[in-house]
């Protein structure tokens, strides 16, 4: 399987820790030069995004970081392989990366994307469908559910062919892929997750917080957008009780359980301190 990691240019010191952790691992990636908002003009960015969305007007970060993945979709789709593992520069992956990150083979046919990564806290809870085993350590279910963050999956070629195809986007990377509440991509791909996580990005500082917080701060803006956020959160609730109800979904443990072996120590906490 490729291995396609999306960096800074100035973040040379996450290159140096990802690279180190991946070679630990027995791995290797190819970089994908990030978009870096902190240069690229604002008429540039335009031509890709809607003025807004159902989450509202994507931070410039969010959609430096979005194009960074088609980046990598499109370095996916000239390199010829049937699948391919895209990470951010900031993943600490689990020692079972080594194995599953080096074929793909114990992927389901008719699966075309798989989060790997577990987002958000240790007791979160995600509605997921049927379980498919692939080993001892690990099962696959349908994402029926938001689950966001975008810094560790995995996609087939056609996954990738679908979403270079989206001309404007109106939502972040993170959900165009894995929330389907707001996404229409996300309920046709029907994104995979990977039970236990075999990543989670690391508790630094994101590059592209800074450009979220002015979207924050209380205005009248803000409310009319938590409103239309809430409406689309919401779609999908009927639906959702139902396949529990019917028992055809559950709410599962996305982070690793404590007797699993611990991930991989941070390599980035003390480049993240400085």
């Given at each position: 399987?490729?291995?396609?990691?999306i960096?800074?240019?100035?973040?040379?010191?996450?290159?140096?820790?990802?690279?180190?952790?991946?070679?630990?691992?027995?791995l290797?990636?190819?970089?994908?030069?990030?978009?870096?908002?902190?240069?690229?003009a604002?008429?540039?960015?335009?031509?890709?995004?809607?003025?807004?969305?159902p989450?509202?007007?994507?931070?410039?970060?969010?959609?430096?970081?979005?194009?960074s993945?088609?980046r990598?979709?499109?370095?996916?789709?000239?390199?010829?392989?049937?699948?391919?593992?895209v990470?951010?520069?900031d993943v600490v992956?689990?020692?079972?990366?080594s194995?599953?990150?080096?074929?793909?083979?114990?992927?389901?046919d008719?699966?075309d994307?798989?989060?790997?990564?577990?987002?958000?806290?240790n007791?979160?809870?995600?509605?997921?469908?049927?379980?498919?085993?692939?080993?001892?350590?690990h099962?696959?279910?349908?994402?029926?559910?938001r689950?966001?963050?975008?810094?560790?999956?995995?996609?087939?070629?056609?996954?990738?062919?679908?979403l270079?195809?989206?001309q404007?986007?109106?939502?972040?990377?993170d959900?165009?892929?894995?929330?389907?509440?707001?996404?229409?991509?996300?309920?046709?791909?029907?994104?995979?997750?990977?039970?236990?996580?075999?990543?989670?990005q690391?508790?630094?500082?994101?590059?592209?917080?800074?450009?979220?917080l002015?979207?924050?701060?209380?205005?009248l803006?803000?409310?009319?957008?938590?409103?239309?956020?809430?409406?689309?959160?919401?779609r999908l609730?009927?639906?959702?009780?139902?396949?529990?109800?019917?028992g055809?979904?559950r709410l599962?443990?996305?982070?690793?359980?404590?007797?699993?072996?611990?991930?991989?120590?941070?390599?980035?906490?003390?480049a993240?301190?400085?």
């Amino acid at each position: 399987m490729h291995v396609f990691l999306i960096n800074l240019d100035r973040r040379k010191d996450r290159l140096a820790a990802m690279t180190a952790q991946l070679a630990s691992l027995g791995l290797t990636a190819t970089r994908i030069p990030a978009i870096d908002a902190d240069i690229v003009a604002d008429e540039w960015l335009r031509q890709f995004f809607a003025p807004r969305g159902p989450l509202g007007a994507i931070p410039k970060g969010d959609q430096c970081c979005s194009l960074s993945h088609r980046r990598a979709w499109a370095a996916f789709l000239n390199s010829g392989a049937p699948y391919a593992a895209v990470l951010e520069d900031d993943v600490v992956l689990d020692a079972s990366a080594s194995r599953l990150f080096k074929h793909h083979d114990w992927i389901p046919d008719g699966v075309d994307v798989i989060k790997l990564e577990h987002f958000g806290p240790n007791h979160q809870r995600v509605l997921v469908g049927e379980e498919r085993s692939i080993g001892p350590d690990h099962t696959l279910a349908p994402i029926l559910s938001r689950h966001t963050g975008a810094a560790c999956y995995v996609m087939s070629r056609a996954a990738a062919f679908k979403l270079i195809q989206v001309q404007r986007w109106s939502v972040p990377v993170d959900h165009l892929l894995f929330n389907p509440n707001v996404s229409p991509l996300a309920e046709e791909l029907r994104p995979f997750q990977m039970l236990p996580a075999l990543a989670r990005q690391c508790d630094g500082v994101s590059d592209i917080r800074p450009w979220r917080l002015p979207g924050r701060r209380f205005s009248l803006k803000l409310a009319r957008r938590e409103i239309v956020r809430a409406y689309y959160e919401c779609r999908l609730l009927p639906k959702q009780i139902a396949a529990l109800l019917a028992g055809e979904a559950r709410l599962a443990r996305v982070a690793a359980t404590a007797n699993r072996p611990s991930p991989i120590a941070s390599p980035f906490a003390r480049a993240e301190r400085a």
